[in-house]
Structure formats: C-alpha cells, structure tokens
T-cell receptor, first 114, second 117 residues
Framework: AQSVTQLDSQVPVFEEAPVELRCNYS??????LFWYVQYPNQGLQLLLK??????LVKGINGFEAEFNKSQTSFHLRKPSVHISDTAEYFC????????????FGTGTQLKVEL | DTGVSQDPRHKITKRGQNVTFRCDPI?????LYWYRQTLGQGPEFLTY????????KSRLLSDRFSAERPKGSFSTLEIQRTEQGDSAMYLC???????????????FGPGTRLTVL
C-alpha cells in the first residue's frame, strides 16, 4: 500500500517570495512521483513528474521538485511566486508496475498575497 | 489532441435518482481512470480500464456504481439510487499504456461535479 502526506493544508505567501510545499510518501515498492495543480472548479493539471534519472525535476510555470529517496520526500519549490499561482497543489505517487493508479495527498492550498 | 473531456460538467439530482457521466480520453490512450474527489480532499481512485477491459475496482466502488468502456474509447460511469454521500467531483484521466517511462503519466479532464439533494 502507498500513502502520501502533505502536512501543510494551507500556505500563505507574499508575491515574489519563495515557497516550498512539502510532500512525503510511503511505499514498499519503487514509485513514480507527481505534482498536480488544481484551480477552482477545474480538473488537475500536471506540474511535473519524477520517473527516473536526475532527482531534480523542473516543471511548468517555474516550479521544480527534488526527489529524496532516503527521506521519502518530493517537495515542490518555486523561487518567486505570482498571484496566478494561487491554487490547490496535490502530490501523488504511483507504483512503477501494475495498475499505475495514483494515490494523492490531501492537498496544499497556496495563497499568494500582494 | 484536444485533451480529456467530460460531460456533463455539473449535475444536480435528487436522492434516489440514477445518473450517468461520460468521459472521452485523449485519442489512442489505452488506459482510462476514474477518480472521486470530495470537498477538501485529494482525488481517490475508483477504477481503471485497459482498452475495454476493467482491470481494477476500488472498494469505494459500491454495487450502485458501474463503469463501462465498451469499445475501448469513451467511458461511462453510472451511479444508481444516488445518495447525498455521492456528492463529489468525478474526475476522469487517461494515459498511454504504462511501463514505458514517460508514458506513465495521467492527464485529467475537467471533472463532473455531482450534487445530490
């Protein structure tokens, strides 16, 4: 079984400040890791993913994340946020074999303020 | 490539009624997934198809829920005798057949928001 923990339910931050959204996972098998963003009343948009290779992954809209196997973490970062980054962010994990269904965390609401 | 589409976007129904949602995946995507998202929570897996075969169902998918993908293209999710607890956003996602590195990525539709009165 797999699980994802997003400890921060809400993260307020001022525009142009850096931000880090935390994600920790638990799994007994090898995993793929994803970050999705959801704007109000919309579906999920893929921000970035870790499948293999370099542990530092760059995604859209200036976001990046680092896979840390020893700490079972996949934290999302952005050096300078914009008002338009205000949204719900979900970390997700899937096993590398069979099914590939996603297990999501409970989400982090990023609120960017002026 | 027009992305994953879902219909309807919103559905309001009375308790006890049946509802059906449709999902059209990205063309040539073999895998199709259904998830349910309740308020303040992350999406939860319901079921998935490889072409027309339904390969896994979550325990969340009670006997009142049925999903089909008859020709391996679009899929329908039906809920019979709806209950207020069924109120949620129902999300559909598609992907190429996994196991080939970059192909292990699911692309989501806009969702169908169900409200059961």
């Amino acid at each position: 079984a797999q699980s994802v923990t997003q400890l921060d339910s809400q993260v307020p931050v001022f525009e142009e400040a850096p931000v880090e959204l935390r994600c920790n996972y638990s799994s007994s098998v090898s995993v793929y890791l994803f970050w999705y963003v959801q704007y109000p009343n919309q579906g999920l948009q893929l921000l970035l993913k870790y499948l293999s290779g370099s542990t530092l992954v760059k995604g859209i809209n200036g976001f990046e994340a680092e896979f840390n196997k020893s700490q079972t973490s996949f934290h999302l970062r952005k050096p300078s946020v914009h008002i338009s980054d205000t949204a719900e962010y979900f970390c997700a994990v899937s096993s590398t074999g069979g099914g590939n269904k996603l297990t999501f965390g409970t989400g982090t609401q990023l609120k960017v303020e002026l | 490539d027009t992305g994953v589409s879902q219909d309807p976007r919103h559905k309001i129904t009375k308790r006890g009624q049946n509802v059906t949602f449709r999902c059209d995946p990205i063309s040539e995507h073999n895998r199709l997934y259904w998830y349910r998202q309740t308020l303040g929570q992350g999406p939860e897996f319901l079921t998935y198809f490889q072409n027309e075969a339904q390969l896994e169902k979550s325990r969340l998918l009670s006997d009142r829920f049925s999903a089909e993908r008859p020709k391996g293209s679009f899929s329908t999710l039906e809920i019979q005798r709806t209950e207020q607890g069924d109120s949620a956003m129902y999300l559909c996602a598609s992907s190429p057949t996994p196991g080939q590195g970059a192909r292990d990525t699911q692309y989501f539709g806009p969702g169908t928001r169900l409200t059961v009165l």
